[in-house]
């Protein structure tokens, strides 16, 4: 957490300030009814947002499966990028992992995407495969990374 900005569970509200990251972040991002499902509160997912007082800067998608964590999604957007923001929305995401006894996290990210895989290494992911691809338009191949968080 920074004195710029909180970390605070998503609303229906954010939603199109959400769009606006997926949209200049993601080459394929996602429709408003997949960010809308994702942000309804539904018991095995945590979305969460980074806010200053006047904008939007971050954003966090986890899935619970059992005793794992699955990253949907994260994306700063372009102009907060480098301060920090993923950091923040991860180190957060992480207490509640921890709170929560998961034991195992894991998440897809696109082989040339080494900015997000070096902010990944963080947090102790590691690579143990790919999925040839893995994103439709482009074609690309995703690495699949896992973390032992216990
Ligand atoms: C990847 C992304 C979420 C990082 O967000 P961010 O807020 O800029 O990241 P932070 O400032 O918290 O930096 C965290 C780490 O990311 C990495 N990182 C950040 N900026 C970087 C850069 N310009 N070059 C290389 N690594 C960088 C570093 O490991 C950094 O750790 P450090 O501060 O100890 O050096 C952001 O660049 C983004 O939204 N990218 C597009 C969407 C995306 O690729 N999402 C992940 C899909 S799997």
Known sequence: MSAEWIIRPAERRDVPAILVIEESQF????????????????????????VTPTSLVGCLGLMF?????????????PEWEGRGVARSL???????????????????????????????????????????????RSGEDALVLWADLL
């Open 90 to 136: 991860l180190d957060e995401g992480w207490n509640e992992l921890r709170a929560r006894g998961t034991r195992r996290a894991t998440l897809e990210v696109a082989v040339s995407n080494t900015r997000a895989q070096a902010l990944y290494r963080h947090y102790g992911f590691a690579p143990v495969g790919i999925r040839k691809n893995y994103y439709q």
């Open 65 to 77: 499966v059992e005793d794992e964590v699955h990253v949907n999604t994260i994306g700063t957007h």
């Open 27 to 50: 080459p394929e991002p996602w429709s408003k009814a997949m960010v809308l499902d994702e942000v309804s509160a539904a018991p095995n997912r945590r979305y969460s947002v980074a």
